[in-house]
């Protein structure tokens, strides 16, 4: 039997992307972690813009680390708005108008990669509100959801079909964007990486 590099590599980053996202609803249902609702439905409805551009231009199995997230997201969201983040900010409504004006955005380019791109940077504003939750309140976010995020980008890279700007700006951004919170959290915490996982 012949095995597909890609196929492989895009199965290994779906498990960790799963993996991942075990403790992060496992502490939402506890009550110690608190998800930014706009942060979350942000993700969501981003993370499926982003699959379909990956999909239309070729990203193969490294597109389905995208597809998982959209899901899982999507369900984060849910919970966001019963148990998560109350304290939202004039910043978290700037950042979230931001985030819905790139899928406006999106819909009005034909180019895959200029929507890839603004795609990708309303991603990052509707990361923004959980930066700022989580450099005042960094107890209240699961830096193992992050750390895992960075292994499943990195690793789906690889998987991708077509390697290209298209298929890999979304990707490299998400992974340094989840870098930077993880090593934020940590930070704050005063914890190494290798204390967190001491007491996960």
């Keep these: 039997m012949v095995f597909d590099q890609h196929a492989i590599l895009g199965f290994i980053a779906v498990a960790i992307g799963i993996v991942g996202y075990i403790p992060y609803y496992r502490d939402i249902f506890r009550g110690t972690t608190k998800p930014h609702p706009f942060t979350w439905i942000g993700f969501g409805l ?69 929507a890839v791109v603004i795609v990708t940077i309303a991603d990052l504003l509707a990361f923004a509100p959980t930066f700022r939750k989580a450099f005042l309140r960094p107890n209240e976010e699961t830096a193992t959801l992050y750390f895992m995020s960075v292994l499943k980008y990195g690793i789906s890279l690889f998987a991708l079909t ?8 979304f990707p490299v951004a998400i992974t340094i964007a989840n870098s930077a919170i993880v090593i934020l959290i940590l930070t704050r915490r005063g914890q190494t990486l290798k204390s967190h996982f001491s007491l996960t």
Excluded: H, Y
Aim: some cysteine; proline content about 3%.
């Design 162 to 169: 077509i390697f290209s700007l298209t298929t890999a700006f």
């Design 46 to 114: 981003l993370n499926a813009v982003t699959f379909v551009a990956q999909v239309v231009t070729g990203g193969g199995p490294g597109a389905w680390v995208t597809a998982i997230t959209t899901v899982a997201t999507f369900g984060i969201a849910i919970f966001a708005f019963r148990q998560g983040e109350k304290k939202i900010t004039i910043f978290d409504w700037i950042c979230f108008c931001g985030a819905l004006m790139g899928i406006v955005l999106w819909k009005m380019t034909s180019d895959p990669f200029s």
